[in-house]
């Protein structure tokens, strides 16, 4: 029903810049809010960044300064795009990325998380 499409991953040095994007489509009544995670090697998924509805956002410490999140909302074709552009990249941001989304669906009552298939980030020299 809904779909998240990832890209921009990718491998830069340290202190380098990438851009993540992604898309969802679907059968999408409203999207409360969308955000992205990692998951380092050897770590737990964390949260980076999350945007609500309203613009309002939230990042992990360690990427504060360094990330900014930023949403386009687009009403034709139920298309919604959060963009995740990553600045003095370091070592300890090498992780597979995750997009995530909080979405009201246009059939059913309620509201349902969905995840991207995850795009990877390395950080190295």
């Known amino acids: 029903q809904v779909r998240l499409v990832e890209s921009g991953g990718g491998l830069v040095q340290p202190g380098g810049s990438l851009r993540l994007s992604c898309a969802a489509s679907g059968s999408i009544f409203g999207i409360n809010a969308m955000g992205w995670y990692r998951r380092g090697p050897g770590k737990q998924r964390e949260l980076v960044a999350t945007?609500?509805?309203?613009?309002?956002?939230?990042?992990?410490?360690s990427v504060k300064g360094r990330f900014t999140i930023s949403r386009d909302n687009a009403r034709d074709n139920a298309k919604n795009t959060v963009y995740l552009q990553m600045n003095s990249l370091k070592p300890e941001d090498t992780a597979v990325y995750y997009c995530?989304?909080?979405?009201?669906?246009?059939?059913?009552?309620?509201?349902?998380?969905?995840w991207g298939q995850g795009t990877q980030v390395t950080v190295s020299s």
């Open positions: 995530h989304a909080d979405v009201q669906l246009v059939a059913l009552p309620g509201q349902f998380d969905y």
């Open positions: 945007i609500t509805s309203g613009d309002n956002t939230n990042y992990a410490d």
